[in-house]
Structure formats: C-alpha cells, structure tokens
C-alpha cells in the first residue's frame, strides 16, 4: 500500500528566509507526486507534480521540488518565502491510472517578519 | 471559469441527524472524489466516482455515509445519524485526467 510521511508537523521561517519541506513515500511502482497547499478556509491548490523526466519540477508561486527516488523523497522548497505563503502544505502519492491519492498528514508553515 | 463548488460552507447539526452535502464538480470532469479531512490528519479518501462506473466506495467509514453522483455531474454526500467523530472538513475534488482540482469545502460540526 502507499502512504506518505511528513516529518515535521509545523515549521516557522522568517520571511526572506528558504523553506523546505519534507516528503517520503512508500509506493511498490513508479509514483505520481503531488505538492497541495491550503490557505485557511480554501480547498487544496496543486503546486507542481511529478510524473516522470526531470527530477526536479516547478511549480507555482516560485516553489520547487525534487524527485530523488534512492531517497524515497519528494522534498518542496523555495528559496525566499512571502508571508502570503503561511499555509498548510500536503504532500501526496498517486499512481498513472490509479485515482486514489494518499496524503501526508501536512506540514504548517508560519511566517514571521 | 468556475472551479468546484461545495455547499454549505459550514453546517452544524445534532448528534443523530442526517446531513447533506453538495458538491458541483467543473463541467466536463469526468472523475469526482469525496474526502474526509479531521483536524491535524490528512486527507481520507471515502469515495470514487467515474463516468457511468459502479462507484468506488472502499473509503467509506460506515454504513451511515453514502453518495450519489446525478448525471455525471452533481453529487451529493449524505451522512445518517451523525456522530460526533464525523466532524471534519468534507473536500470534493474532480479531474478530467490526473490533476484533482479541489472544492473549499464544507466544515461539518456535530453536537
């Protein structure tokens, strides 16, 4: 079965500052990857995905990630965060033709200024 | 254009009572999804819905929870006799192929 781990529960960055946030997976086959990040009240809006080639994949609003399979890893960074990237990040894991997603538990991002 | 819609925003209800919930998936999504997101815990896939296809209903907690997707588009989720541990954030999402795109949900709060 798949299933995805975020490690750290919340994180608090200065604004300006990188920010990284980590995701593991365990999946039998070749995943799908997903970032989602969820303001306060909003649905999830997807930040990037991986499916196959490039192991390092853009996103929206500036945020990175990259695919390091020996690592089991899907880590999410950017490299100067805004205090309008204060939200929920989830990480999820899919596969091509499979529509179930499982998703991390999330990690909280504070900004302070 | 519009994305996913879901409504109510928030509902309260009474421990026992029976609840609805709509989701009005983008036009032209074939695939719509229901699930459960609980306070501090990710999110718990509780149903599939795809085309004209016998649902996937592998996710759902109990015989209380059932859904209904009318002419592939509108579905509706309803939970009978609700509990306290139901309380929880209810997502929709709809895909034509692999992106999900999610709804705002609707917060549901059992008495």
Do not use: M
């Not at chain 1, 200065?14 to 970032?35: I, M």
């Not at chain 1, 990040?37 to 999830?44: A, C, E, I, W, Y």
């Not at chain 2, 919930?21 to 032209?28: A, H, M």
């Amino acid at each position: 079965a798949q299933s995805v781990t975020q490690p750290d529960i919340h994180i608090t960055v200065s604004e300006g500052a990188s920010l990284e946030l980590r995701c593991n997976y365990s999946y039998g086959a070749t995943p799908y990857l997903f970032w989602y990040v969820q303001s306060p009240g909003q649905g999830l809006q997807l930040l990037l995905k991986y499916f196959s080639g490039d192991t390092l994949v853009q996103g929206i609003k500036g945020f990175e990630a990259e695919f390091k399979r020996s690592q089991s890893s899907f880590n999410l960074r950017k490299p100067s965060v805004h205090w309008s990237d204060a939200a929920e990040y989830f990480c999820a894991v899919g596969a091509r033709g499979d529509y179930k997603l499982s998703f991390g538990a999330g990690t909280t991002v504070t900004v302070r200024a | 254009g519009a994305g996913v819609s879901q409504s109510p925003s928030n509902k309260v209800t009474e421990k026992g009572k029976d609840v609805e919930l709509r989701c009005d998936p983008i036009s032209g999504h074939t695939a719509l999804y229901w699930y459960r997101q609980s306070l501090g815990q990710g999110l718990e896939f509780l149903i599939y819905f795809q085309g004209n296809s016998a649902p996937d209903k592998s996710g759902l907690p109990s015989d209380r929870f059932s859904a209904e997707r009318t002419g592939g588009s509108v579905s509706t989720l309803t939970i009978q006799r609700t509990q306290q541990e139901d309380s929880a954030v209810y997502l929709c999402a709809s895909s034509f192929k692999d992106e999900q795109f999610f709804g705002p949900g609707t917060r549901l709060t059992v008495l």
